[in-house]
């Protein structure tokens, strides 16, 4: 199966090197310029550099990489192309946007769809097994779309196509990664103060979030892994109240995340209570 790749950046690098030869064979690999796509061909060691997207004529797959504010742009230049786009399928990879951002090359006759990793692509990716792949698209294109994950070992996810949907995955993926970061960094902060050199903080802080996310695997929203949650909730306010007399800074930081902590562990207890999946 052909595949060609539009925009070899960090994502589309970690994507389709990882694909079996045997199974996918990737062609044309185009990006900004020739000069960067040849640079990206040599850093994969497979591929075909070029500046022209009429190259991607004999491709199955379409894969587009690029970041979200360039989408748009690439699209309506696809959009242009001369070769049909009859039993091709186009595939891109933004969090942010569903496949209606692919609408005019279902115009075109390509059968379309959003396939998201969720996955951070910082480093060098060395396997994406067990990784979760969100698609949302047509029926046609997630046949390819769901070959293309098993073939890297992941999971793949139909979502629903409903904007309201995709605003909730779209918060879902950033509290679980970009939030996650801070989160992480404000604890090892807080423990260096109480006096653990930084590798023993996140040493330590790393362990305590393992065991909580064991905890919830087992218990989901009675999971109760630490000093807040493992009170009552009287208790627990109570304990978010002697925190007033240190640091205002931090302490207010910790109350509002505390106590939205409790208020939604509040409400899932009083849907689950009324009949209602949380």
């Known amino acids: 199966m052909r595949l060609g790749l539009v925009g070899p950046g960090r994502v589309g690098r970690g994507l389709v090197q990882l694909l079996p030869p045997q199974t996918f064979h990737v062609g044309p690999v185009l990006s900004r310029d020739f000069t960067s796509a040849r640079r990206a061909v040599r850093l994969m060691q497979l591929g075909e550099a070029t500046a022209d997207l009429e190259d991607l004529k004999n491709c199955k797959i379409v894969l587009v990489t690029v970041p979200d504010q360039a989408l748009d742009e690439v699209i309506a230049k696809l959009a242009q192309v001369q070769f049909r786009y009859q039993k091709k399928v186009v595939l891109h990879t933004s969090l942010a946007r569903g496949s209606k951002a692919l609408a005019r090359l279902r115009l075109r006759g390509a059968a379309t ?20 792949f969100s698609f949302e698209g047509s029926r046609v294109a997630a046949a390819p779309a769901r070959r293309i994950v098993r073939a890297l070992g992941g999971e793949f996810q139909l979502v629903k196509a409903s904007q309201k949907a995709q605003h909730h995955h779209l918060v879902a993926h950033s509290m679980a990664s970009d939030l996650m970061t801070g989160l992480l960094e404000s604890a090892v902060r807080r ?40 009170n009552e909730n009287r208790a627990a306010e109570l304990f978010l109240k002697g925190l007033e007399g240190i640091d205002s800074e931090t302490a207010d930081d910790y109350i509002r995340c505390a106590r939205q902590t409790l208020q939604v562990l509040r409400q899932d207890q009083k849907e689950g209570e009324n009949g209602v999946e949380p």
């Open 113 to 132: 769809g959003s396939l998201q990793p969720l996955y951070g692509f910082q480093h060098p990716v060395l396997s994406l097994h067990g990784v979760h």
């Open 191 to 230: 423990m260096r103060l109480s006096g653990y050199t930084r590798k023993r903080a996140f040493q330590a802080i790393s362990k305590l979030i393992e065991l909580s996310v064991k905890d919830y695997a087992q218990s989901g929203r009675k999971s109760r892994p630490g000093p807040l949650l493992q």
